[in-house]
């Protein structure tokens, strides 16, 4: 035993020391993570009952609805259930939107868990998602030509993914924002423009002097100040430059930093918000009229917003008729962020769990416990490896090929004990 301890004691200067504890939080993150995306959905029932969900796991499959063909999407169950040896694009999360397996879009294949469905969900809307292509480039992801590491970030509005220098902004800090609104929806959504100026993480104000503008409001930014009651954007009427001026000046712009309410500080400008977004007939003005009256900047760029932003928007009959007319009245809803499916699922998947692993770490005694997590990293090893062939391929890994996998392990541990010789000094 001597001679053994010697060996296993040079063995662990080389290698590092990593306690079952730090092995278990490593993977009770990755399960957390998992937790978060797939957690509200249904891993075993068709989502197609309920309706358009408001918000769901989603895949698009490319074996049975290839690039030129219709688009479609598929829930988590289906994904496993009928489409489990296909080559299947993860959409992340989509909100409104009704499972369409095995429906008209599939020429040659029939829903197992839920057949009985319509032709079409008309209800549903699909872009370039559903064929594994991304951003204003249409590139997949990950990108094989793409060189450049750059993260993806999800647009709330339209809910394409974009390349962070695709965004004509660059990112902040990966926790410093919680959702993105892309250049094409800040354009059509432009009311959204004064809000930015106050509630942005990167504020777009017009608070800067000498902002350099094209006297024909041509360029990348204009400064604008509708007038009073218009929930439409006007470009801010600028001095004609005396003859023998350049085209281009310098527009000074005064600093606003107070709304043109009977409050003066943004904390009040924002409790005004929220007591307006929570009962709307008690507040008699229309907030962003009230911050259409201030000089902002519009930008060709995306917008970061912080937690919680959604709730600042006016709640008022004619700005919640503007959002129904622009098909963005999920805004309103605090439950359609990704942000509260993803808490929503940890929270459904945390009363559910226990932790054996834990539970049976805590009655052993150091040998046991030693020999638990050698059994343990050969297992996490091999069910990496293992996985790893299916992740390569695109196909999703069924219950029988995780049975497969465990079999095969008991086998080779058998093999490996019936083997083993002792040693006693």
Same mark, same amino acid.
């Given at each position: 035993?001597?001679?053994?301890?010697?060996?296993?004691?040079?063995?662990?200067?080389?290698? &590092?020391?990593?306690?079952?504890?730090?092995?278990?939080?490593?993977?009770?993150?990755?399960?957390?993570?998992?937790?978060?995306?797939?957690?509200?959905?249904?891993?075993?029932?068709?989502?197609?009952?309920?309706?358009?969900?408001?918000?769901?796991?989603?895949?698009?499959?490319?074996?049975?609805?290839?690039?030129?063909?219709?688009?479609?999407?598929?829930?988590?169950?289906?994904?496993?259930?009928?489409?489990?040896?296909?080559?299947?694009?993860?959409?992340?999360?989509?909100?409104?939107?009704?499972?369409?397996?095995?429906?008209?879009?599939?020429?040659?294949?029939?829903?197992?868990?839920?057949?009985?469905?319509?032709?079409?969900?008309?209800?549903?809307?699909?872009?370039?998602?559903?064929?594994?292509?991304?951003?204003?480039?249409?590139?997949?992801?990950?990108?094989?030509?793409?060189?450049?590491?750059?993260?993806?970030?999800?647009?709330?509005?339209?809910?394409? /993914? +974009?390349?962070?220098?695709?965004?004509?902004?660059?990112?902040?800090?990966? #926790?410093? +924002?919680? =959702?993105?609104?892309?250049?094409?929806?800040?354009?059509?959504?432009?009311?959204?423009?004064?809000?930015?100026?106050?509630?942005?993480?990167?504020?777009?104000?017009?608070?800067?002097?000498?902002?350099?503008?094209?006297?024909?409001?041509? #360029?990348?930014?204009?400064?604008?100040?509708?007038?009073?009651?218009?929930?439409?954007?006007?470009?801010?009427?600028?001095?004609?430059?005396?003859?023998?001026?350049?085209?281009?000046?310098? !527009?000074?712009?005064?600093?606003?930093?107070?709304?043109?309410?009977?409050?003066?500080?943004?904390?009040?400008?924002?409790?005004?918000?929220?007591?307006?977004?929570?009962? &709307?007939?008690?507040?008699?003005?229309?907030?962003?009229?009230?911050?259409?009256?201030?000089?902002?900047?519009?930008?060709?760029?995306?917008?970061?917003?912080?937690?919680? /932003?959604?709730?600042?928007?006016?709640?008022?009959?004619?700005?919640?008729?503007?959002?129904?007319?622009?098909? !963005?009245? +999920?805004?309103?809803?605090?439950?359609?962020? %990704?942000?509260?499916? =993803?808490?929503?699922?940890?929270?459904?998947?945390?009363?559910?769990?226990?932790?054996?692993?834990?539970?049976?770490?805590?009655?052993?005694?150091? %040998?046991?416990?030693? =020999?638990?997590?050698?059994?343990?990293?050969?297992?996490?090893?091999?069910?990496?490896?293992?996985?790893?062939?299916?992740?390569?391929?695109?196909?999703?890994?069924?219950?029988?090929?995780?049975?497969?996998?465990?079999?095969?392990?008991?086998?080779?541990?058998?093999?490996?004990?019936?083997?083993?010789?002792?040693?006693?000094?």
């Amino acid at each position: 035993m001597a001679g053994a301890e010697g060996s296993a004691g040079r063995q662990s200067e080389l290698e &590092p020391v990593v306690s079952l504890v730090d092995v278990l939080e490593e993977d009770e993150e990755l399960e957390n993570e998992a937790c978060a995306v797939l957690g509200g959905s249904d891993s075993e029932k068709c989502s197609y009952s309920q309706g358009s969900v408001k918000r769901q796991a989603l895949y698009a499959c490319s074996t049975c609805t290839p690039e030129g063909e219709e688009p479609a999407g598929i829930c988590l169950a289906c994904s496993y259930e009928c489409h489990g040896s296909h080559k299947l694009f993860e959409l992340y999360t989509k909100r409104n939107f009704r499972c369409d397996c095995g429906n008209s879009k599939f020429k040659n294949l029939e829903c197992k868990l839920f057949p009985d469905k319509a032709k079409i969900n008309s209800g549903n809307k699909y872009n370039d998602n559903f064929f594994g292509l991304y951003c204003i480039c249409k590139r997949p992801y990950p990108d094989p030509d793409d060189e450049i590491p750059d993260e993806m970030i999800q647009c709330v509005v339209c809910e394409d /993914w +974009f390349h962070g220098r695709h965004l004509g902004a660059i990112p902040p800090e990966s #926790g410093d +924002f919680q =959702e993105m609104v892309c250049q094409a929806c800040m354009k059509r959504c432009s009311f959204l423009w004064a809000y930015a100026a106050r509630l942005a993480v990167t504020k777009v104000s017009a608070e800067d002097d000498g902002l350099v503008l094209n006297v024909d409001g041509i #360029g990348d930014q204009e400064v604008i100040k509708p007038e009073n009651g218009d929930h439409q954007d006007s470009t801010l009427k600028e001095d004609v430059p005396e003859p023998g001026q350049d085209a281009v000046k310098e !527009v000074k712009v005064e600093q606003t930093n107070e709304p043109c309410t009977s409050s003066s500080s943004e904390s009040d400008l924002q409790t005004a918000f929220k007591n307006q977004h929570l009962n &709307p007939e008690s507040q008699a003005g229309c907030r962003l009229q009230e911050l259409n009256a201030q000089q902002f900047l519009k930008k060709d760029t995306a917008t970061y917003w912080p937690v919680n /932003w959604r709730s600042k928007l006016c709640a008022c009959r004619d700005c919640m008729k503007m959002y129904g007319e622009l098909d !963005v009245l +999920f805004l309103t809803d605090e439950y359609d962020t %990704v942000l509260a499916y =993803e808490n929503k699922g940890k929270v459904d998947q945390a009363a559910d769990r226990r932790d054996p692993l834990m539970d049976t770490l805590n009655s052993m005694d150091r %040998v046991q416990q030693v =020999e638990l997590i050698c059994e343990y990293n050969d297992l996490k090893t091999e069910l990496k490896d293992y996985l790893k062939r299916f992740a390569d391929e695109g196909t999703v890994v069924k219950r029988e090929d995780i049975q497969q996998f465990f079999e095969e392990f008991q086998s080779k541990k058998r093999r490996r004990v019936d083997g083993m010789q002792y040693y006693c000094s």
